[in-house]
């Protein structure tokens, strides 16, 4: 990559982050040791550079680099699926806000469901949410009140997620109240499930440092099995579900010992 040449004139500063504002714009993230070879600083100061960047809502930092915050774009595929039985998220959303209180250190998985989980958070003045989706993180730019733990990774498109080894050593550090947890299958029989192993991986060791695993779902995902299991019905202690579940899934689940709260 070629340096670029700018005059000591000007400020640097400025025109450093302009630079990479662009970059983020056509890329859709950069890298801390690619920029400091561009501008020919040292990886303090574009960490430094990155830094101010996210305080203003300009990108969100992730493990050696930035990435273009999710306000500006989201995914397609994803925002499509926000848009199915969007009014019955929106209630489960409200409904899993009563379950927090202030003071709260919760983990929010990937998924539109979870998005509207995160959208009924902002009227509290004291939490922590640990999550790998951005489009999450991007709901509390402006709420320095709640602290943001972004996991690591590597940038999932379809969901706006990062996942693989790096979010998954980042994740065993802590334990947590609550998870919430989005699903594209349950089934009272086989568990919970998703579209791919590395989700699915994931998703149990968020379950795994959680005291409470709440799993939120639309009644579309019942009696529907994906691709990757993350764990049986019976290691979930509460769903938070709309009035269209099945009726034998509802009296499944609750023979489980599973709380079954309907939004």
Do not use: W
């Not at 595929?77 to 209630?91: I, R, T, V, Y």
């Not at 983990?107 to 509290?124: C, K, M, P, R, W």
């Not at 969901?159 to 790096?166: A, E, R, T, Y």
């Amino acid at each position: 990559m070629n340096k670029l040449n700018l005059s000591s004139d000007g400020d640097l500063a400025l025109i450093r982050r302009a630079k990479i504002i662009e970059m983020l714009d056509h890329l859709g993230q950069v890298k801390v040791n690619d920029l400091s070879k561009l501008f020919n600083v040292s990886e303090v100061t574009v960490r430094n550079d990155l830094d101010q960047l996210e305080e203003k809502g300009l990108l969100i930092r992730t493990r050696g680099g930035g990435i273009k915050t999710q306000r500006v774009k989201i995914d397609y595929q994803f925002n499509n699926e926000s848009k199915l039985h969007s009014l019955e998220k929106q209630a489960i959303g409200k409904k899993a806000a009563e379950l927090i209180s202030e003071n709260d250190t919760i983990v929010i998985d990937s998924g539109s469901t979870t998005q509207e989980v995160a959208h009924n958070l902002l009227q509290f003045n004291n939490l922590t949410i640990i999550t790998n989706a951005l489009n999450i993180v991007s709901q509390f730019v402006n709420k320095p009140n709640i602290k943001v733990i972004i996991l690591g990774g590597i940038l999932k498109h379809s969901s706006i997620s990062l996942v693989g080894s790096i979010a998954e050593e980042s994740i065993q550090k802590f334990y947590c109240d609550k998870l919430f947890l989005g699903v594209n299958g349950i089934d009272s029989k086989y568990g919970i499930s998703t579209t791919n192993i590395e989700d699915a991986h994931l998703n149990k060791m968020m379950m795994n440092i959680s005291k409470e695993v709440i799993v939120v779902t639309d009644s579309s995902k019942f009696l529907k099995r994906s691709f990757a299991t993350i764990a049986p019905v019976s290691e979930v202690d509460i769903v938070i579900t709309d009035s269209n579940i099945p009726e034998q899934e509802l009296n499944n689940l609750q023979n489980a010992g599973v709380r079954t709260i309907i939004a």
